[in-house]
């Protein structure tokens, strides 16, 4: 609306005549009082005219902005008399389904349920309901334990067997047939171990949903309560190498956080069998699995940054281990991991390779859909140790270079993390600090410093950006390291970290 | 009629509720480049307007909040009855009289609304008309429109079915949409028109229950779409012949009305403005002005005592007034109105903020809510124990700051009449509540400020205007009001206007951190924050501002070392052998007052004392923070240092502030002065500081750079000598035979060769060594140090100044113009043979 209408008005007596015509422009807003001093100033008029001029211009000003505001208005009434804009009956249908909306709420079963289980978890009875969950992981556990053994011994007998085959000689075909029939039978094993396994998550699914609904956990002593205390354990085994600080950021308005550097590894981070298995008592329970179960549907949620290729699955390194982890408990909440993935590749890698490629560039062949490195997956999880989400980034052979600037695809690819995690309130995070899952010969001392100070100042500049994000600020930020580190590696990083992100001082009374 | 204030909380609720800002996509940028303001900040920066609205047909907009994720939180005026309500209870309400009525009322808020710049309301329906006790009508939710930049900022659609065609259209047809957003003035006016059609004209149900005229959307689209007839009113009865009847009952001049305000074309249909004086309304009086008043102050107008709520047998019956208000007293009459309720809503809910209440929890809790500030009892003596907590706790205790914000606002009505008391008061400490107006007394704001402001041309260019620009959006932007488009305007017309109306003054950076606590406190009065900017750089930043401002700050640094030197000589000494001088760190310091340095909350509470007191306080305050830092400072390298103030620490404000005043009182007066102080306007320090005795003006600049203690004055010795005997070691280095002539009482004679002598053989009177120990000895508990000498052997003077601060000798100070300025003075004696 850059709009200029023309001002005009006679001030004065008819011995003293002033004529104002004056271009008003209405985007402007100015306020028409303020307008008439700058008149008067600038043309010098004699002061007792802007009292006139004032009104006058607040009554043009007025009446112009209406005049201008309902002309639209009367365009929008032709248009509709004209058939260009849409039917009068589909405008009458689009208010009226806004208006349901407004009324309805709405709510979907999930949500329901996460209601549900979210109110009970915080009961009285929610112990009992975390001492059920953590009873299922255990059976779970126990049978992936037992069929791990049983491949194994299986697997043993069988290797046994074709030695002896081949020792006494026998021909070729022979061996061949032993051979395939043994493998053969081996995925039979393999595959009633996992039928068992599967039918044990489905029953305890249905148990689990039943008693949710139910609001009580049948048999559930209810003094319970007075064993609390000693049914909780202690906080046990803490990574060996491990360090805290506080900081500090912004630049007049402080925001405190709290970091933390440790050298682990992030899949056996998330796994509940890997704390020592202190009481097999049954009423121990491990307090991530309090902690971690309390916040499943609340606004503090737990992440964790998992580097991985660009294959969506979970059949090779590090995303082996993490599928183990995942598959040792009944995923109670979410579909499982297997699933979740297999929706992610079929379902959204073909639409991000589709949006990629707009415009398709012509000359380029067509590839099949893939990842590229600095995307970034997400997976939910309910039966991790104070695990909520899983950011899968995807990295290649790059990462080990020595020279990554901060706009190398992953490291972009955390601050997409970090942002994710500031609007959908993840407040604790773990990430791996060097963006490498285990420590190589190549990878030198000089190698690491580079690299830890190259992270540590990019997420100290996503932090202080995810302020204007509006949304959750981050509580923890956990740095993982390499296992395998040493500790006076482990040392130097550390004493990097509070250069860098300048470890507040600590108050001071006088 | 009503004599109630518009803003008391009387009868009223309030009533919460919440939308969601639409988000931008995801990383896009502005025209600059940053980052775009996300919509919630766009909102609540243009809301802020709402809070002006006064007026008795519109509920007061009480709280507008910005929670996570895009979340805004409404809190307004509410009432349980609405024009439904009050149609379907009360037959008075039926009546074509009784509906005229409530139409004039409304139309005089939109007159109001519209004069405020408040085109369009949008969303006028049954359910936003409330109906107060006595059967006013209270236009609820009428700024959603406006706020939401005519809709842009929010995803769903702002109408309903009473909204005019141009709106129904503009809204489910984006692509339409004009800039303007499609709502006009008359937009409303067709709204309130058409509800009164479907409430004069009901049906009657088989039951023989009355309802509402239906007419639908697609009905009024219909007809529009068609051009058969002008307006709605007439279409409608020829398309149902039977309502002809009830309608010709009605009087010609409302027939007329309901035919010209259902004009189809927005363009021949009247605005509010031009309906107040229609034939309809004949016979109704205005019941408050339309035009928006500002708010000025000083107030200049002594408030008219308030006057009685109405008696309640007035009121509608069976009226759902608010539960507390409906408990029988002793007598066994309904309590009505006492305690909070004679407040202001905004006080009211500020004090139920203090106690803990959050609008937003309430609303997770209800779904939405009509929240009743919990009743506090007023206890009958203020509570003395809590003056002695902590601020912060404090400032957020229900009952103490209800008494603050009472008393407050009784004297800041009375101001500048009252203004020593509110001074006075304000030492104890001051109500964020009232803190913008406190301020404004604190610095001697008066006049027509309203006035002044709006004649200063604000919008001609001129050549800071790209400097402004680049500043605005790096100031403060953590907070959410001040980083929102409508504070940036507000910011760069309080820059130009300070700019412009200062000519022999320059922008400098820093002014906008300046002028953020004044536009915070004062968003919606421009005018009171460029009136306490201009007080406030007058009196603290005098000559800060100027061109060429480099003695200024000289000069001003030069009395910082002196201040760090007089109070704390090791940590002197310290930084001045690592190099760590004012000019890398300070400056900002003072020319923004702290203000880039800390965040707002912190800077409120400097301010707070700094207000109080002279502009020298700024230097103490500089000077408690070296102290609270003293122990890594000792520390520290050079580089430590740097790091340390690049980013300044998180520190304990209060106790800084505290510190600094203690600092202040143990200062000489004559070791602050500055030749560049802004002019006293006190008349009786300015007789005080004339006289060779007071005089310091003959101080250089290259002199106070060059020297490292501060310089006092004769007049200052002897007033501490007087008012607290033995408080001061006098050295006079002068040679003894001089000393034996005259000196001041109790002066120690350490005549400069004494500590001059190289090596340190202890000889009769001792070596520097041994002089220095004496003076250590001596110096133990006194409030100053004074050395002096003759004015002609100033260097030697200043040598063993120098010894002294290097030993860590705490508060040496040197006596300007010698011991030559009591010669005619008669301050010195002859000591008493014996006395060394």
């Known amino acids: 609306m850059a709009k200029e209408d023309e001002f005009e008005l006679e001030l004065g007596g008819p011995e003293y005549t002033v004529k104002v015509h004056v271009p008003v422009s209405l985007a402007s807003q100015e306020d028409p009082q303020e307008l008439a001093h700058r008149i008067v100033q600038h043309h010098n008029l004699p002061i007792y005219m802007h009292p006139k001029l004032s009104e006058s211009l607040q009554e043009f000003a007025l009446q112009s902005n209406d005049a201008a505001l309902k002309r639209p208005g009367r365009d929008l009434l032709a248009a509709l008399t004209s058939h ?297 999880h309910s039966n991790l140790s104070g695990v909520h989400v899983v950011f899968h980034v995807v990295c290649d052979d790059s990462v080990n270079s020595s020279s990554i600037t901060s706009r190398h695809p992953v490291i972009l690819g955390l601050r997409n993390v970090l942002k994710v995690a500031c609007l959908c309130d993840i407040t604790t995070l773990s990430l791996p600090l060097l963006l490498v899952s285990r420590l190589t010969e190549e990878l030198s001392a000089a190698w690491c410093q580079r690299r830890a100070e190259i992270v540590y100042k990019c997420v100290k500049g996503f932090m202080m950006e995810m302020t204007s994000w509006g949304g959750s600020e981050m509580n923890t930020l956990q740095f993982v390291l390499p296992q395998n580190i040493s500790e006076a590696q482990f040392q130097a990083l550390a004493a990097m970290l509070p250069s860098i992100f300048r470890v507040s001082n600590p108050l001071m009374a006088a | 009629m009503i004599g109630l204030s518009n803003d008391t909380l009387g009868y009223a609720s309030l009533g919460a509720s919440t939308f969601l800002a639409s988000a931008h996509p995801s990383e896009s940028c502005g025209s600059n480049g940053l980052p775009l303001t996300p919509n919630s900040v766009r909102i609540l920066g243009r809301s802020q307007l709402l809070y002006t609205v006064s007026h008795p047909h519109l509920c007061s907009y009480v709280s507008i909040q910005r929670g996570k994720h895009e979340r805004l939180i409404v809190v307004q005026e509410f009432y349980k009855c609405d024009l439904l309500a009050a149609w379907n209870n009360h037959q008075e309400f039926q009546t074509e009289k009784r509906l005229i009525q409530v139409m004039h009322e409304v139309m005089q808020g939109l007159v109001y609304l519209n004069k405020l710049g408040i085109s369009c309301c949008c969303n006028l329906c049954p359910r936003n008309l409330l109906i107060d006790p006595y059967g006013k009508a209270k236009m609820n939710g009428y700024g959603l429109y406006y706020m939401t930049e005519q809709g842009t900022a929010v995803s769903f659609p702002i109408g309903n079915e009473f909204s005019a065609p141009e709106v129904l259209i503009a809204g489910a047809c984006p692509e339409l949409r004009p800039a303007g957003g499609g709502g006009n003035p008359s937009s409303d006016v067709w709204s309130l028109a058409l509800m009164f059609l479907s409430l004069i004209l009901p049906t009657q149900t088989k039951s023989g229950h009355k309802e509402p005229l239906e007419i639908s959307v697609a009905t009024v689209l219909l007809m529009a779409s068609k051009s058969d007839h002008d307006d709605l009113a007439s279409a409608i009865i020829d398309q149902k012949p039977q309502l002809l009847e009830k309608f010709e009952m009605l009087s010609a001049a409302t027939q007329d009305l309901l035919r010209s305000c259902l004009k189809f074309d927005p363009t021949s249909r009247p605005s509010p403005i031009d309906l107040l004086s229609h034939p309809a309304f004949a016979g109704l009086t205005l019941t408050a002005p339309v035009d928006p008043q500002p708010r000025p102050f000083p107030r200049c107008t002594i408030a008219s005592p308030r006057k009685a709520f109405p008696p309640m047998d007035e009121m509608l019956s069976n009226y759902p007034l608010p539960d507390d208000c409906m408990t029988l007293n002793h007598d066994g009459v309904k309590t009505g109105i006492g305690g909070l309720r004679e407040r202001s809503m905004r006080e009211v809910y500020h004090l139920w903020q203090l106690a803990g209440g959050q609008a937003e929890q309430e609303l997770v809790r209800h779904g939405f809510i009509i929240s009743r500030p919990p009743i506090l009892v007023k206890s009958s003596s203020e509570d003395t124990e809590a003056r002695k907590l902590p601020l912060v706790i404090r400032e957020k205790d229900v009952e103490y700051q209800f008494h603050r914000i009472i008393l407050f606002h009784r004297l800041l009505r009375a101001y500048p009449y009252y203004r020593s008391r509110i001074v006075a008061d304000a030492h104890m400490d001051i109500p964020p509540y009232h803190r913008g107006e406190v301020w404004a007394a604190l610095l001697g704001v008066d006049g027509d400020t309203i006035s002044t402001y709006a004649e200063i041309d604000k919008v001609t260019p001129t050549s800071t205007d790209r400097q402004i620009e680049v500043d605005i959006p790096r100031c403060h932007q953590y907070d959410e009001l001040l980083s929102s488009p409508r504070a940036h305007q507000k910011f760069t017309r309080l820059l130009k206007a300070w700019v412009v109306s200062h000519p022999g003054l320059v922008y400098w950076q820093g002014l906008d951190s300046l002028t953020a606590p004044f536009l915070y406190l004062n968003f919606n009065n421009e005018a009171l924050a460029y009136a306490c900017l201009t007080a406030f750089i007058k009196k603290y930043l005098h000559k800060f501002f100027l061109r060429d401002n480099s003695a200024v700050i000289q000069e001003y640094l030069a009395k910082f070392c002196h201040l760090v030197a007089f109070h704390d000589p090791l940590l002197f000494s310290h930084l001045a052998s690592i190099g760590f001088v004012p000019e890398l760190y300070a400056i900002p310091w003072f020319l923004t007052m702290y203000t880039h340095v800390f965040p707002l909350s912190q800077i409120f509470h400097v301010w707070d004392t700094l207000l109080l007191h002279p502009a020298s306080l700024a230097l103490c305050v500089a000077a408690a923070i070296l102290r609270h830092l003293r122990h890594q400072l000792l520390d520290f390298s050079f580089n430590d240092c740097i790091l340390l103030f690049s980013d300044m620490p998180d520190i304990n404000i209060e106790q800084v502030v505290k510190d600094s005043v203690d600092l202040h009182l143990e200062t000489p007066v004559s070791l602050l002065y500055r030749h560049h102080a802004p002019p006293s306007s006190d008349r009786d320090t300015e007789q005080h500081l004339s006289g060779p005795l007071n005089d310091l003006s003959s101080i250089t600049l290259a002199e106070q750079r060059s020297e490292i203690c501060g310089r006092i004055s004769g007049a200052d010795v002897v007033r501490l000598s007087e008012a607290l005997p033995g408080s001061l070691l006098v050295v006079d280095t002068r040679p003894q035979h001089l000393f034996q002539t005259g000196s001041l009482m109790n002066a120690w004679n350490a005549p400069g060769e004494l500590w001059m002598r190289e090596g340190d053989s202890p000889s009769e009177d001792g070596g520097p060594q041994l002089v220095l120990e004496q003076a250590k000895l001596r110096a133990v508990g006194k409030m100053a140090v004074v050395v002096m000498g003759t004015k002609a052997a100033h260097h030697l003077t200043l040598q063993v100044c120098e010894q002294l601060v290097e030993a860590g000798v705490a508060r040496v100070c040197l006596l300007h113009g010698g011991v030559d300025v009591f010669q005619a003075s008669g301050h010195l004696v002859v000591p008493s043979p014996g006395a060394s």
């Open chain 1, 84 to 380: 260009a804009a849409a039917a009068p009956l589909n405008i009458a249908a689009f208010w009226q389904q806004q208006q349901q909306q407004q009324q309805e709420e709405p709510e979907s079963s999930e949500g329901e349920e996460a209601l549900l289980y979210h109110s009970f978890v915080h009961s009285r009875e929610g112990l009992a309901l975390l001492r059920l969950e953590h009873q299922y992981s255990k059976e779970v556990a126990m049978l992936v334990k037992r069929r791990h053994a049983a491949i194994l011994s299986h697997d043993a007998k069988q290797a046994a067997k074709l030695a002896e085959a081949v020792s006494q000689s026998c021909s070729d075909a022979q061996v061949n047939a032993l051979s395939s029939r043994a493998l053969e039978a081996s995925e039979l094993l393999h595959a009633e171990w996992e039928s068992s396994i599967t039918a044990l998550k489905e029953q305890q699914l249905r148990n689990f949903r039943a008693v949710v609904r139910e609001g009580r956990v049948a048999g559930a002593a209810s003094g319970a309560d007075e064993e609390q205390t000693e049914g909780v354990g202690a906080a046990e085994d803490a990574p060996l190498l491990q360090e805290s600080f506080t900081i500090h950021l912004g630049t007049q308005l402080k925001q405190m956080h709290n970091l933390r550097l440790i050298a682990a590894d992030p899949v056996h981070l998330c796994d509940y069998t890997s704390h020592s298995a202190a009481a097999d008592s049954q009423w121990w329970l491990p307090p991530q699995r309090i902690q971690t179960s309390l916040e499943l549907y609340g606004r503090q949620l737990s992440g964790l940054v998992n580097l991985v290729d660009d294959r969506v699955n979970c059949l090779s390194g590090t995303k082996l281990e993490f599928g183990d982890v995942c598959s040792r408990a009944t995923e109670l909440h979410f579909p499982e991991l297997q699933d979740q993935l297999a929706h992610i590749r079929e379902r959204l890698l073909p639409q991000l390779c589709r949006g990629r490629l707009n415009p398709p560039a012509p000359d380029t062949p067509r590839r099949e859909d893939k990842l590229q490195p600095g995307d970034v997956y997400i997976t939910r």
